[in-house]
T-cell receptor, first 112, second 118 residues
Framework: LAKTTQPISMDSYEGQEVNITCSHN???????ITWYQQFPSQGPRFIIQ???TKVTNEVASLFIPADRKSSTLSLPRVSLSDTAVYYC?????????????FGKGTRLSVIA | GAVVSQHPSWVICKSGTSVKIECRSL??????MFWYRQFPKQSLMLMAT?????????EQGVEKDKFLINHASLTLSTLTVTSAHPEDSSFYIC??????????????FGPGTRLLVL
């Protein structure tokens, strides 16, 4: 399973756009990139998933360059409620039995 | 999105007792579920992969006789912590993989179960 590297923590003010970059140099051809959000004492919540280029949903955007060795989660206009740990994971979509392996994640603190 | 529930949400027990945690996929069938453990300020650690109708696959270092996993149906997996000790106190989270739908295929996580062993 591809290993991921993210910044340990980030701070942002309310209303700003936050970009969290994840490195996954050993990503395999069949791997997809998925981001999760976790609040204290809760299970992770799916945010967004992509394979290449750009993916956007109502919550975030995911930018993936052509070499797919990194990805950037973009959160527009963050609020205090976006304070959480964000995990970047890569995994094989085809194999249904392959679990997601979590790295350390990025602890985002949004300040008023 | 798909919903995964866990019960109980928290439990306090005495050292030496056994505790059962249930994980249910409420609106989809999951042939495979996963169990994770998370200590304070740390990331999720995979404990085992639970397969419906067969034995679970445990990660290295996880005692299969201590953490009993049963996946008797396509919507229910249980984790039993046998003879619990204070070092087993942790946050236990299950997840289930939802197959290809709406262009996505990913795991959905339960809300977690907080276990405190006194």
């Amino acid at each position: 399973l591809a290993k991921t590297t993210q910044p340990i923590s980030m701070d942002s003010y309310e209303g700003q756009e936050v970009n969290i970059t994840c490195s996954h140099n050993n990503i395999a051809t069949n791997d997809y990139i998925t981001w999760y959000q976790q609040f204290p004492s809760q299970g992770p919540r799916f945010i967004i998933q992509g394979y290449k280029t750009k993916v956007t949903n109502e919550v975030a955007s995911l930018f993936i360059p052509a070499d797919r060795k990194s990805s950037t989660l973009s959160l527009p206009r963050v609020s205090l409620s976006d304070t959480a740990v964000y995990y970047c994971l890569v995994g094989d979509k085809i194999s249904g039995n392959t679990p997601l392996v979590f790295g350390k994640g990025t602890r985002l603190s949004v300040i008023a | 999105g798909a919903v995964v529930s866990q019960h109980p949400s928290w439990v306090i027990c005495k050292s030496g007792t056994s505790v059962k945690i249930e994980c249910r996929s409420l609106d989809f069938q999951a042939t495979t579920m996963f169990w994770y453990r998370q200590f304070p300020k740390q990331s999720l650690m995979l404990m085992a992969t639970s397969n419906e109708g067969s034995k679970a696959t445990y990660e290295q270092g996880v005692e299969k006789d201590k953490f009993l996993i049963n996946h008797a149906s396509l919507t229910l997996s249980t984790l039993t912590v046998t003879s619990a000790h204070p070092e087993d106190s942790s946050f236990y989270i299950c997840s289930a993989r939802l197959g290809w739908t709406s262009g996505q295929e990913t795991q959905y996580f339960g809300p977690g179960t907080r276990l405190l062993v006194l």
